[in-house]
């Protein structure tokens, strides 16, 4: 309903609202998915939506309408989705909803309305969680398949913590064409420690979300908008004044028009807003005051119970506000406020003694009759209105059982400040602990679960601190147990090192032989076989085996079996760690465990790649990443199935692909230690590519270059591998020297058979490079490797052809990489093989190597190992490239720098065409020079254009 305060007109949005259709065009399209429209508070970003909302739905779209709502600190779980879901039940009615869905999948709808029955078991797991995010994004492609849909969502500044994840999830991964997002919020309200400036920031990055910032209006605009209220023109005095005063924002013009442009300008909105609402009759004044206590929203039948107001009572006292547009009237008889501002406004005008009494009297009736509010909100409201009473004792209760209801729902974070209140409130509660039935430690136990499931490491190490301290390991000590198993976790999930000890103190507080025993043996057999201490790990894998086959747990055993086949992984013994892996998967499908078989899944990926069995690790990664939708574990299991996929992709070079699935992954926001293996495999594209700056950045993420500790085996050996590379791409032999020599000296290096292959024919390379000018040193190193390679097995064609390439035999190591489908090995195996013939004196054999390694390279954009061909090939007197006329190949990034100079542009014109910083353009200008054999720019430009390098 729009007062009489809102001009008719639609002024000064055409841009944005075609911006909108644009969109939308591109969303029928598939190309578009999201759109963000940001602004001041009361800049007009309702009114911007609605109307494109309006004009879509004339032109056939479904709109879902939700909104995010502002409730004290805690927040409203999901409220924008559970309101759109209302919607679409009120339009189309239960059935008919769940019938678009797979079978049995509403019950994971039930978290948010209902209507949908009971909900699944699993609420209070990551995997529900998981499964309604997957759940709530195949409902709005089930409804596209029929017409266009949009779904508008206002007010997400004020959105919950497990929204702001829904609306991320759903923006990344719409893939279906016809479905658009419109999302609105106050740019102004986003402090820098505001939690939607990450997700903004996240979004921007993700393909098809488009941002639309909308600005204030202009002189001329501001008195349209004026004369659409007003009926007539205004008076230019009068647009001066009004647009001075309102400086261009919709809501201050419509306050100023409502209250008189003669009237004191307040300094703050509130005062401006509450003009308006002060022109009211008192008796309406009133009410309204009742209503701000209520929220934003707040139902007819509420709102008479608190104001002990008849409904024609009622409804004659807010008739002036409608009129006046200071309210509007929603569905299901419901007031809202026009915007929250205003009711901000007039809520923070309640006396103390009067915001006491009617948060009291919200919470009372709420208590006699929870269907006063709408399903699934009386838990939160009443949290909300009983703390706002200032009732310690209700307070307490409300928000004890509002954080268990934000459990089921899977809104972790939303439950840690009100498990905080519950904490704060204790000690006025005398019998706390009766009264919610869980003690002191149990709340903060409770807290940290829900902060390690919501990603709040900081504050969950805060809170397994606190409960530590208020248990006593003699008397609860399988209670410890547990808590020091998560706060190992949460170190690990920070990239901590050193939870070693911590593991072993849980497992010495559990000596008897049960479930709790084994709940410790199984993360601490893992955590060492990932560290490679196999000796340790291997015994307490067996006796957890032995314990959880007695008690009968088969899921703790399908946990152990994968701990006891990553030993058999690092022992070289790859045939039997698939074994293993199936045996635990099929323990998983008796289960129904979705988190043990897609564990599972992952490791078996990992093992089949190493086998070089590429093709069937990549269709088991495609049936881990359908198992991890359909058991609702994208985020955890299904991005390890995406990591294992990505390191296939590499392996074969299929490079690009790689890249993709290692974004992708990365859109889930995993867990560092997870996001740590995905930036390593970037980086080793990056390196094979020669893209120095990606890197040098990555490398300064990982911690590599200050040489950051890290306790896993395979982290340290990559990493180290991956800095290596780095200083031989900058050609920094030397340094890879430094970093060769300190990798040796490690009392252990890793007992898994590929990786140590994979870094001695590294260490080859650095040794080969360094040999005249550090003899010494290099002999010293290649005893080391020697004596390495010793303790390496052969687990498999992969790791036999490191092993071959570490050994020189390079022809018999390119035929291998060349029957494993591995471009990038084979080619650079080629080079090392021509290299050996060349210095041998067979130059037509180097020639002839070189030309089969030159197209593989080639393909892959691999520019350094290119380069490195194209110059021996040049000293071996081999085939030049068509079109090759300079003494060395430029590069293409080279070749664009180049014609830039040429047209005499400085260094800082050419970093801001190219967009890249003045010191990459300083040094790709000092090769350029080198490879034209030049010393000035000028001469270089002549030299493009006398050899006719470039068309200008």
Known sequence: MLGRSVSPVFVGRDKELSS?????????????????????????????????????????????????????????????????????????????????????????????????????????????????????????????????????????????????????????????????????????????????????????????????????????????????????????????????????????????????????????????????????????????????????????????????????????????????????????????FRHSLIREAVHDELLPGEHQRLHSGYAEEISRDRKLVPPGRAAVELAHHWYGARNDLWALISAWEAALKSFRAFAYTEAIPLLERVLMLWDRVPDAAERIGADHTAVLEKASEAALAGGELDRGI?????????????????????????????????????????????????????????????????????????????????????????????????????????????????????????????????????????????????????????????????????????????????????????????????????????????????????????????????????????????????????ERPEDFVQDITNSARLLIGWHLLRGEPEAALLVTERVLSRPSQSPKAMLGWRLLALLTVVCDAMESAEPERVRTAREHCAALAARLKVSGPVAEGYRLSYSGDFEAAAAAWERLGRPHNQAKALVRAATALALSGDREGAAARLAVARPLAVALRATPLVEEIETLSRRVGGAQPAGAAVPELLTPREMEVLRLVALGRTNRDIAAELFISAKTVSVHVSNILAKLGVTTRGEAAAAAHRQSLLTL
């Not at 201050?252 to 401006?272: H, N, R, Y």
Request: charge should be negative; aromatic fraction near 4%.
């Open 462 to 706: 805060k809170f397994v601190k606190a409960a530590l301290e208020e248990l006593d390991e003699g008397s609860e000590p399988a209670r410890v147990a547990t808590l020091i198993v998560r706060w190992a976790n949460l170190k690990i999930y920070k990239g901590k090192t050193g939870v070693l000890e911590d593991l072993r103190h849980a497992l010495r507080l559990v000596p008897e032989p049960n479930l709790d025993r084994a709940c410790v043996l199984t993360p601490l057999s893992q955590h060492l076989m990932l560290i490679g201490n196999v000796e340790e790990g291997t015994p307490l894998i067996e006796e957890g085996l032995r314990l959880v086959r007695k008690l009968g747990d088969k899921c703790l055993e399908g946990d152990l079996l994968i701990n006891l086949a990553l030993g058999y992984s690092i022992a070289g013994d790859v045939e039997r760690t698939l074994a293993t892996n199936t045996r635990a998967m099929e323990l998983g499908f008796e289960e129904g465990s979705g988190r043990l078989i897609t564990r599972a899944i992952g490791n078996n990926i990992d093992a089949l790649t190493d086998l070089g069995r590429t093709e069937e690790a990549l269709a088991l990664s495609e049936e881990g990443w359908r198992l991890a939708k359909h058991y609702g574990r994208i985020r955890t299991n299904g991005v390890f199935s995406l990591t294992n996929r990505a390191e296939a992709l590499e392996a074969i070079g299929r490079w690009d692909e790689a890249i993709e699935t290692v974004e992708q992954a990365l859109t889930f926001g995993p867990v560092l230690r997870t996001r740590h293996h995905l930036v390593r495999l970037r980086a080793d594209i990056a390196l094979a590519r020669g893209e120095q700056d990606v890197v040098e950045g990555i490398l300064s993420e990982l911690g590599v270059i200050k």
């Open 20 to 336: 909108l259709s644009e969109a939308f065009d591109e969303a029928r399209k598939g190309a578009a998915t999201a759109v963000l429209v940001g602004g001041e508070a009361g800049v007009g970003k309702t009114r911007l939506v609605q109307r494109f909302a309006e004009r879509a739905a004339r032109d056939g779209a479904h709109v879902l309408y939700g909104g995010c709502v502002e409730l004290s600190t805690e927040g409203l779980a999901y409220a924008p989705f559970t309101a759109a879901l209302r919607q679409l039940v009120r339009e189309q009615g239960t059935d008919r909803i769940a019938a678009l869905l797979p079978g049995g999948a509403e019950r994971d709808l039930a978290r948010l309305l209902p209507e949908f029955g009971e909900p699944s078991s699993d609420g209070e797991t990551e995997t529900g969680r998981a499964r309604l995010f997957e759940q709530f994004l195949t409902l709005l492609e089930r409804l596209a398949d029929s017409r266009p849909t949009i779904l508008l969502i206002e007010d997400i500044h004020w959105a919950d913590r497990s929204s702001r994840d829904l609306i991320a999830f759903l923006s990344r991964n719409l893939g279906a064409a016809q479905v658009l997002i419109v999302m609105t919020y106050r740019s102004d309200d986003l402090h820098r420690q505001h939690p939607l400036r990450p997700v903004l920031a996240e979004l921007g990055r993700v393909s098809g979300v488009l941002r639309l910032d909308l600005p204030r209006l202009s002189r001329d605009e501001v008195a349209l908008q004026m004369a659409g209220i007003l009926g007539s023109a205004p008076e230019y005095p009068k647009v001066e004044k009004v647009f001075e005063r309102s400086e261009g924002i919709p809501l201050f013009v419509e306050a100023l028009l409502d209250c008189g442009i003669d009237c004191t300008f307040p300094e703050s909105m509130q005062d401006l807003i509450l003009g308006s609402v002060e022109r009211l009759p008192e008796e309406t004044q009133r009410v309204l005051r009742i209503a701000a206590a209520g929220g934003i929203r707040v139902g007819h039948a509420l709102l008479a119970a608190v104001s002990g107001l008849s409904d024609l009572e009622l409804e004659a006292a807010l008739r002036p506000a409608i009129a006046g547009n200071v309210l509007q009237i929603a569905d299901n008889r419901a007031y809202v």
